[in-house]
């Protein structure tokens, strides 16, 4: 986690999820880029945020996206916020006493189905070899996690529409990563919402 | 027994090679946590009142926030049995200072004391980050943080102890307004300035925050409000200006009254008690 340093924040909104990152990516403290997402999407309503270890963000990305496939090819529907936890979980499992070291968090909105015709927004996150907690307002992860944990502590309240969110979201990571020295260099956003992604990258301290 | 490489329990006759070492720790923590906002004419000192060792809870009602003078309070945090001991000191330094000087000592002068003091112990130093807040002598309210060794500084606000790192960046964004803009021909923001119901607002949500998610921080808490002399207390004592829980008493004046030509009283001291989590 300390090698490349970068941090992940996902939020719980009204019918809306959030999730984002920072931007750096670095050797211990020399930073390397400022263009290092650690966000990516699986669809257009579930991404997933993998902070820690560069080469096992790119081994875990690319392997997450084959069994993603394989599973949309095979059942013909997309994977939900929850069966794709279980997914990533299990795949961390496998590497129980050689982990990668990454702490996961996913965010997404189920799509309503017959069954559950109102499902609530879905936040996510895991410990190196896939221990699951699923929290009702935010998950936090990476070298910034305790700032994280004290400023979304302070700002975050329930229910918040998208806009709200966004500003939220945006200001716990921001204020947290400027006091982490592995964290910041550049922040992204995603608000996911029924119908839309709203993606904004920040302007942030670039020190 | 020849079965037996070694006969069963040969290990106990066997003579002790190696000496077993035995090394004394000098230090310890104990966790909790402080923090102190200054406004314009008034100061907040704040701190927990869980007092731990490792996963073991002490007591739940350790004073970690002190009154030094009438304008000047002080908070400790780190290795409690040196906090005690410093503030003992210092408290004995201000009483030798009042004899000599027929005068309290001056917040500015009590901070630069303090590093003196912290300083005089470099190569075996007081495990204790300190907190200095009050009134200054424009009347303007001040707080000076220290490191161990004396390093001070004095600034708008901080967060010391086992929270700094949930409740520091909280305050940067709250009080020094980092990472916001105000709207356009809105009037720009001054950190210092803001009122005592939102300061106080804002310790309890740092302090409620860090107990939620800091296994360190809960039990109690205690908030030390110094005001400039003559400052409107409405604010404060004023009716439902407390928050829920909140229990506050006016501490005693501590120095006889000898600045007190203008008629308008010394600065005043007042200490309000809230409970915090106890799990």
């Known amino acids: ?207 | 027994m020849a079965l037996y490489h070694n006969p069963p329990m040969a290990y106990a006759q066997e003579p002790n090679t190696a000496p077993i070492e035995h090394r004394f720790n000098p230090y310890s923590d104990n966790g909790g946590s402080i923090l102190a906002i200054a406004g314009k004419d008034f100061s907040v000192i704040a701190g927990d009142t869980r007092q731990s060792e490792g996963y073991n809870i002490q007591t739940r009602y350790a004073r970690k926030v002190w009154q030094l003078t009438d304008k000047a309070v002080l908070a400790t945090n780190g290795f409690s049995a040196d906090g005690n001991n410093f503030v003992k000191r210092v408290k004995q330094r201000l009483e030798w200072y009042e004899h000599a000087h027929h005068k309290p000592m001056g917040l500015k002068s009590i901070a630069r004391m303090i590093q003196t003091m912290l300083y005089g112990k470099r190569f075996f130093p007081y495990y204790v980050y300190n907190i200095l807040g009050g009134i200054e002598e424009d009347g303007s309210g001040a707080v000076y943080s220290f490191d161990p060794v004396g390093s001070y500084e004095r600034e708008a606000c901080r967060a010391a102890g086992a929270a700094q790192s949930l409740i520091q960046p909280f305050l940067d964004n709250q009080i020094y307004f980092k990472n916001q803009q105000p709207e356009s021909g809105a009037e720009p923001f001054i950190p210092g300035n803001l009122p005592l119901s939102t300061v106080l607002s804002l310790v309890v949500d740092s302090f409620t925050s860090a107990t939620e998610r800091h296994i360190e921080v809960g039990d109690g808490m205690e908030i030390y409000i110094v005001m400039k002399k003559g400052r409107s207390t409405d604010d404060l004592l004023g009716e439902g200006k407390l928050q829920k829980g909140m229990k506050v008493e006016e501490l005693i004046p501590l120095g006889e009254s000898s600045d007190d030509e203008d008629g308008q009283g010394g600065e005043r001291t007042f200490l309000v008690r809230q409970a915090l989590k106890r799990d």
């Open chain 1, 1 to 207: 986690m300390e090698l490349n340093g970068g941090s992940v924040v996902a939020m719980i909104g009204k019918d809306c999820v959030a999730i984002a990152s920072d931007l750096r990516l670095g050797n211990q403290a020399v930073g390397i880029a400022s263009n290092f997402d650690k966000v990516f999407p699986v669809n257009d309503k579930l991404y997933y945020g993998l902070p820690g270890l560069a080469t096992d963000v790119y081994t875990l990305r690319e392997h997450l996206r084959f069994r993603v496939n394989m599973y949309r090819m095979k059942e013909e529907r997309e994977i939900t916020p929850k069966t794709f936890t279980h997914l990533v979980s299990s795949t961390l499992y496998e590497k129980r006493f050689g982990p990668f070291f990454i702490e996961p968090v996913v965010a997404g909105l189920p799509t309503p189905t017959e069954l559950d015709p109102h499902p609530k927004p879905f936040i996510s996150t895991m410990d190196t070899i896939g221990c699951i907690t699923t929290p009702k307002d935010f998950a936090v992860a990476g070298t910034a996690a305790d700032k994280l944990y004290g400023v979304a502590e302070g700002l975050w309240e329930p229910d918040l529409e998208p806009e709200d969110l966004f500003e939220t979201v945006s200001q716990t990571l921001l204020n947290a990563v400027d006091r982490d020295a592995l964290s910041g260099w550049g922040a992204v956003v995603h608000i996911i919402t029924q119908d839309k992604v709203i993606t904004r990258t920040l302007r942030a301290r670039m020190d």
